[in-house]
């Protein structure tokens, strides 16, 4: 005997919004099943992951500040991956957005105006475009895989901002610590909540999801974008533009991804460092899956992986556990989702194997 996938004739609508709901489920008792595993308390466990972390306004305001960078990335890896675009490649475009925004605020130290922080946006959404721009020439010119290509990229981009903030961005009176000068006030983002890190950048992500859900529900290109990944011959028939469809894919999460790097260095950090994301270009991508590559379902995607980061660290404090358990869940998270994609469109059927 042995076991094969049908394809459905077609899938209910209800059950194309379901897996997201059910890999969460699944996620929060396979944490179960860990806790039991490494000797802890599993109601300890899901506490510290799932309640501590929201239990005060301050956990909730750290609950939003890392959900910003991740919805934002998402919005606009969404709208390639709509396309059959695959940018796996934000990481590096977040960090490139980071020092063209943070290197605008260190060579203008000088200006007091809030004019700067809007350049620094600017600025950032451009430097994650070049970056995204490089894969994106390679595929519409000599048919390259821009998976690969994104991904290669994201360790040149590392490199190079290592290299700037230890010799020509280093603070000389740092103490010799690889980091820059701190940003003056006019560079950062307004604080929202007095005694919390919530700053305007929160307000920034929104307004991503905003225009990346009407681009995507109510524009032509949007449409475009989505028939071309749901139908290539046909989007080629209609004389749908599959170059055109590589560039906008690319360059929409490259400019979310910059917007995000000037948020983590106007935002919490304040200045360049060696590592500036935690992961946040990679978490994304599970982001934009889990929320189905819409924004509205991004958004709250990226609160759940938010709450993910910050029970990670609650119970790492707690309970002793490894700092690798946040990536465990994560992953986790997208293997349940995809294992429920599967059988959302395809049935399992037990056949016999015929007698010799």
């Given at each position: 005997m042995w076991l094969r996938l049908e394809a459905r004739a077609a899938p209910?609508?209800?059950?194309?919004?379901?897996?997201?709901?059910?890999?969460?489920?699944?996620?929060?008792?396979?944490?179960?099943?860990?806790?039991?595993?490494?000797?802890?308390?599993p109601l300890a466990a899901f506490y510290a992951f799932f309640v501590q972390p929201v239990s005060s306004l301050n956990g909730v305001a750290e609950l939003l500040l890392k959900a910003s960078p991740l919805m934002l990335i998402a919005t606009g890896l969404?709208?390639?991956?709509?396309?059959?675009?695959?940018?796996?490649?934000?990481?590096?475009?977040?960090?490139?957005?980071?020092?063209?925004?943070?290197?605008?605020?260190?060579?203008?130290?000088?200006v007091d105006s809030r004019w700067l922080l809007a350049a620094m946006v600017l600025a950032g959404a451009l430097g994650g475009m070049l970056w995204a721009a490089i894969p994106a020439l390679l595929r519409s010119r000599f048919n390259t895989n821009e998976i690969l290509v994104s991904l290669m990229l994201v360790y040149v981009a590392?490199?190079?901002?290592?290299?700037?903030v230890q010799e020509p961005w280093r603070d000389?009176?740092?103490?010799?610590?690889?980091q820059s000068k701190m940003f003056a006030d006019a560079a950062l983002y307004p604080i929202l909540l007095d005694s919390t890190r919530l700053n305007a950048g929160f307000l920034v992500a929104l307004a991503v999801v905003a225009c990346?859900?009407?681009?995507?529900?109510?524009?032509?290109?949007?449409?475009?974008?989505?028939?071309?990944?749901?139908a290539g011959a046909a989007a080629?028939?209609?004389?749908?533009?599959?170059r055109r469809s590589v560039w906008i894919g690319m360059l929409a999460g490259g400019a979310a991804a910059g917007i995000a790097g000037v948020g983590e260095v106007a935002g919490p950090i304040g200045q360049l460092t060696p590592s500036i994301s935690p992961?946040?270009?990679?978490?994304?991508?599970?982001?934009?899956?889990?929320?189905?590559?819409?924004?509205?379902?991004?958004?709250?995607?990226?609160?759940?992986?938010?709450?993910?980061?910050?029970?990670?660290?609650?119970?790492?404090?707690?309970?002793?556990?490894?700092?690798?358990i946040t990536g465990l869940f994560q992953g986790m998270l997208l293997f349940f989702l995809l294992g429920s994609d599967v059988l959302i469109h395809y049935r399992v059927r037990l056949l016999r194997r015929a007698a010799a």
């Open positions: 209910s609508r209800a059950m194309r919004y379901l897996p997201p709901l059910v890999a969460a489920a699944l996620t929060i008792v396979a944490g179960f099943a860990v806790s039991l595993a490494l000797g802890r308390d969404a709208i390639g991956y709509r396309a059959n675009v695959w940018n796996i490649g934000a990481e590096g475009q977040l960090i490139l957005g980071a020092i063209f925004g943070g290197g605008l605020a260190l060579h203008l130290p000088g590392s490199l190079l901002l290592s290299y700037l000389p009176q740092g103490f010799n610590f690889p990346g859900w009407l681009f995507v529900a109510k524009s032509f290109l949007g449409y475009q974008m989505r028939v071309a990944g749901l080629r028939y209609a004389g749908f533009s599959a992961g946040y270009g990679f978490a994304a991508i599970i982001v934009a899956f889990v929320g189905r590559l819409n924004p509205v379902g991004i958004f709250f995607a990226s609160l759940l992986m938010s709450l993910l980061y910050l029970g990670g660290e609650a119970a790492q404090m707690e309970l002793r556990l490894p700092s690798a």
